[in-house]
């Protein structure tokens, strides 16, 4: 049954993509683009050092500086301190493929990795400032006179995943106690710097497959006939980048528009949520991933409904 229903779903893509070629071309070139200029240049640099970093070792080193501070707020070991540093820094998907790195090596338990699962995979800092707010926010709000509260724009998107950490950190606190002062024995196996610069070619392809693949789907959309509010909505949800500059160009400003770029920039899209789950060789860390992401959205409604009171 599965097979057929893949089968009939394949026949239905050939048919769009012959019947539609002018509507895909676009979308493929949109989403070349945004590996070209966008993805690769702000992921790529970031796989090669984590990639590295993890392979050798060195994370509890990077770690040291920061884990006085970060153990206090979630139960997390000097590894996982690390996870908690790129989840945080380095834009979707790299939290959750640090998190599957540190655990296939052996550098986290299991327990540590659903933990950390929950709320260490969110949107760079750089995206988030350069791109939303200095680019996206910036097209209206730079020729109808209106400040942004910048302060206020990054609270709303990192303290939902904060809280959610420290939240479940209650839950989670007893087992990774108890595991926090076992030594992992991490994987001691020499790396090459030709594996670990094709690991991380390899996952950059997988990722710009899935923004040139959403691309094209966000590019159906774009040409239904269904009024603007409901097409910034379902390109936001389908593609994280496409989406913010599709609603900055397509809506007047104010509490909506703001509401769909930062709670696109909480959920990642369809396309990001595929591309961090693929990351995972646990099937259990896709659990929790989701409740995470679920908790992470509750919290970000409530604090937007503070935040427009």
């Known amino acids: 049954m599965k097979n057929k229903l893949l089968t009939v ?153 904060i809280l959610v950490g420290i939240i479940n950190g209650y839950f989670f606190r007893k087992p990774l106690l108890r595991l926090k002062n076992m030594k992992h024995q991490a994987e001691t196996s020499p790396v090459h710097s030709n594996n670990v610069i094709r690991s991380g070619i390899n996952s950059i392809l997988n990722l710009c497959v899935y923004v040139i693949c959403f691309s094209v789907l966000a590019e159906f959309v774009n040409h239904l006939t269904i009024p603007s509010f409901s097409k910034c909505i379902m390109v936001s949800l389908i593609e994280i980048t496409s989406g913010c500059m599709y609603t900055s160009t397509h809506l007047t400003g104010g509490s909506l528009q703001l509401f769909i770029l930062l709670f696109s920039c909480v959920f990642g899209g369809l396309s990001i949520t595929l591309q961090s789950i693929t990351q995972f060789k646990e099937q259990t860390f896709t659990k929790y991933y989701f409740i995470g992401k679920l908790e992470t959205l509750t919290v970000f409604l409530f604090f937007f409904y503070l935040f427009l009171n």
């Open 9 to 161: 779903i394949c026949i239905i893509i050939a048919v769009i993509i012959l019947t539609e070629p002018q509507i895909v071309t676009a979308g493929m070139k949109k989403g070349i683009e945004l590996s070209a200029y966008s993805v690769i240049p702000a992921l790529f640099p970031f796989m090669l050092l984590t990639n590295y970093m993890i392979c050798n070792n060195l994370c509890q080193y990077i770690s040291y500086v920061f884990y006085p501070l970060l153990s206090k707020i979630f139960p997390v070991s000097k590894n996982g301190c690390f996870a908690v540093l790129i989840g945080f820094t380095g834009g979707y998907p790299m939290g959750a493929k640090t998190i599957n790195d540190l655990y296939e090596r052996n550098l986290i338990g299991k327990e540590e990795g659903k933990y950390l699962c929950t709320f260490c995979n969110n949107c760079s800092l750089s995206f988030l400032l350069n791109y939303v707010v200095y680019t996206c926010l910036n097209h209206f709000n730079m020729t109808a006179g209106l400040s942004i509260n910048v302060k206020k724009i990054v609270a709303l998107v990192y303290l939902p995943a």
